[in-house]
């Protein structure tokens, strides 16, 4: 299943160019990607299914409006932003964003930051404990429990792991923009 951005871009532009089986790999990819995304912002799993289909409805009916010189993840998850900005419209509530998730989604960050930096790069430049953590916790959107399990390490562990991963890359990104 396609999951970098090069493939990704690879099958919208694809699709743009009128080839359905590309188009329906390109949904089917993005699935698993706004899983993750919602089931970290939101507590309810009805909520998270719901913003997934909304959201590949979006890419469906809008895809015209993809930049094919721009990254395709950077269009999605504006996307997906503010999908789930309407969300907490709608249900009155609050939204809290970590300061290093923000920067990291924030619009342009390519082009603010100079480069296509993609996560893998990104979580290389971490120590193996931390970007497993970020990846586990925040990539994939497991929870605190799951990531600690699977690493064969303690939740406090994992905890310690993702903040001090976040701050390194926050001091990073934001050094070179």
Do not use: C
């Amino acid at each position: 299943m396609a999951t970098s951005e090069a493939e990704l871009k690879a099958l919208m532009i694809g699709s743009l160019d009128g080839d359905a089986l590309a188009h329906g790999l390109l949904l089917r990819a993005l699935v698993p990607l706004l899983t993750a995304f919602y089931r970290r912002r939101l507590a309810r799993a009805e909520d998270v299914e719901d913003l997934v289909q909304d959201t590949l409805i979006t890419v469906h009916t809008r895809r015209e409006t993809f930049d094919r010189s721009r990254p395709f993840t950077a269009w999605l998850y504006a996307i997906a932003r503010y999908r789930t900005i309407d969300h907490y419209r709608r249900h009155r509530q609050t939204v809290a964003i970590e300061d290093v998730e923000s920067i990291l989604m924030a619009e342009g960050f390519e082009d603010a930051a100079g480069a296509r930096m993609d996560v893998d790069r990104l979580l290389a430049t971490l120590s193996p404990k931390q970007a497993r953590a970020i990846r586990d916790t925040h990539v994939e959107g497991k929870s605190i429990a799951e990531a600690a399990s699977g690493a064969g390490i303690g939740e406090s562990d994992v905890k310690i792991s993702v903040h001090r991963g976040l701050k390194a890359l926050a001091a990073r990104i934001k050094g070179q923009g």
